[in-house]
């Protein structure tokens, strides 16, 4: 079975005693939204290539794009898991920020070093996650109201801390950020490292396989003994401290914390994680589909700076990808 499709719901008892259904190969197999979106992407690279010839399909604008997608990438990896187990999180472009915002405080007005530092931004957002969390499957608040509320405390929170952000941070910490390695930035190695653990631990590990349950039918899931509550603690743990680590690799990058970096974020990346093949409704989705997802969106991005269009109407394009990315979620469910 491909996990961009919704496995079966488990009865009561164990869920080894689960048949998966035999599959017989067909093209209609092939054609995933995933795979879909990737010849999507590859048309759309070419007909920029053949608008742009001598600026688009150069080292230097790939390079620039994935830079620029990185921090996205790095945070869809937790979102994905979410949206698998039926949840999503809009705080985390204000836990970027406050990440990046806290860490360099500590930086400069606490004078710790940079690794230190690194360590205490990323327990402060994964604490911010676990909250999300707790909220969420303990006290029965519905995720949008959660975190929405969350979204605000954060952002408040960063901009108390930083105004409108620290500049000129510390050597030691913006070597990070800025290292190169066959000349992509670091941050594009991280979010390739974390994308691929991710991937791996979503298609092998039996562990975090337990999500597609919970998505499919969460009372069913617990029926079967897995205790989602706190597997679902668990993932908006994992979501805080993915949006810290993007929002640390970012100021590390740019050598300063900005207070409204994520500005925003939350929106791209639910995009993004819907068009790599994951459902609002929950049981479905991969870590590589969504990596294609988030790749999509910056390219489009990409594209309209080349158009030179402004900021005001790559908004609105991202709102209307989003919105018929839904309507195409909610279309395959109905089908399925």
Same mark, same amino acid.
């Given at each position: 079975m491909t996990m961009n499709q919704r496995e079966p719901t488990p009865a009561a008892g164990t869920l080894s005693a689960v048949a998966l259904p035999r599959r017989t190969l067909s093209l209609r197999s092939y054609l995933t939204r995933e795979t879909l979106l990737v010849a999507l992407t590859l048309t759309a690279i070419v007909g920029a290539s053949l608008a742009y010839p001598t600026s688009f399909p150069t080292f230097r604008n790939f390079s620039a794009l994935l830079r620029n997608m990185a921090m996205d990438g790095i945070m869809a990896c937790g979102m994905v898991i979410l949206l698998v187990s039926g949840m999503f999180d809009l705080s985390v472009g204000s836990m970027l920020s406050l990440a990046g915002v806290l860490t360099g405080w500590l930086l400069t007005?606490?004078? @710790?070093?940079?690794? @230190?530092?690194?360590?205490?931004?990323?327990?402060?957002?994964?604490?911010g996650g676990a909250l999300n969390g707790w909220i969420v499957a303990k006290v029965r608040v519905n995720a949008l109201i959660a975190t929405l509320g969350t979204m605000q405390i954060f952002r408040g929170i960063a901009v108390l801390?930083?105004?409108? %952000?620290?500049?000129?941070?510390?050597?030691?910490?913006?070597?990070?950020?800025?290292?190169?390695w066959l000349g992509l930035q670091a941050p594009i190695w991280l979010m390739l490292v974390v994308a691929t653990v991710? #991937?791996? @631990?979503?298609?092998?590990?039996?562990?975090?396989?337990?999500?597609?349950?919970?998505?499919?039918?969460?009372?069913?899931?617990?029926?079967?003994?897995?205790?989602?509550?706190? &597997? !679902?603690? @668990?993932?908006?743990? !994992?979501?805080?401290?993915?949006?810290?680590?993007?929002?640390?690799?970012?100021?590390?990058?740019?050598?300063?914390?900005?207070?409204?970096?994520?500005?925003?974020?939350?929106?791209?990346?639910?995009?993004?994680?819907?068009?790599?093949?994951?459902?609002?409704?929950? %049981?479905?989705?991969?870590?590589?589909?969504?990596?294609?997802?988030?790749?999509?969106?910056?390219?489009?991005?990409?594209?309209?700076?080349?158009?030179?269009?402004?900021?005001?109407? #790559?908004?609105?394009?991202?709102? &209307?990808?989003?919105?018929?990315?839904?309507? &195409?979620?909610?279309?395959?469910?109905?089908?399925?």
């Open positions: 007005r606490a004078q @710790l070093p940079a690794p @230190l530092a690194i360590v205490a931004g990323l327990g402060i957002a994964a604490l801390v930083g105004g409108p %952000g620290i500049a000129n941070l510390p050597p030691s910490f913006a070597q990070w950020g800025q290292a190169q991710g #991937q791996f @631990l979503m298609a092998k590990s039996r562990f975090f396989r337990r999500y597609y349950y919970i998505g499919a039918n969460a009372k069913a899931a617990s029926l079967s003994g897995i205790p989602v509550d706190r &597997m !679902l603690i @668990l993932a908006f743990t !994992l979501m805080g401290l993915l949006a810290g680590l993007a929002g640390i690799a970012f100021a590390s990058r740019m050598a300063t914390a900005n207070s409204t970096a994520g500005d925003g974020a939350e929106l791209r990346i639910i995009t993004a994680v819907i068009l790599g093949g994951a459902s609002l409704q929950g %049981g479905r989705g991969t870590v590589w589909g969504t990596l294609v997802g988030v790749f999509f969106i910056s390219l489009i991005n990409n594209v309209m700076i080349f158009a030179r269009l402004s900021p005001e109407w #790559q908004s609105i394009v991202i709102g &209307m990808v989003l919105v018929l990315a839904v309507a &195409m979620d909610r279309f395959l469910s109905r089908r399925v």
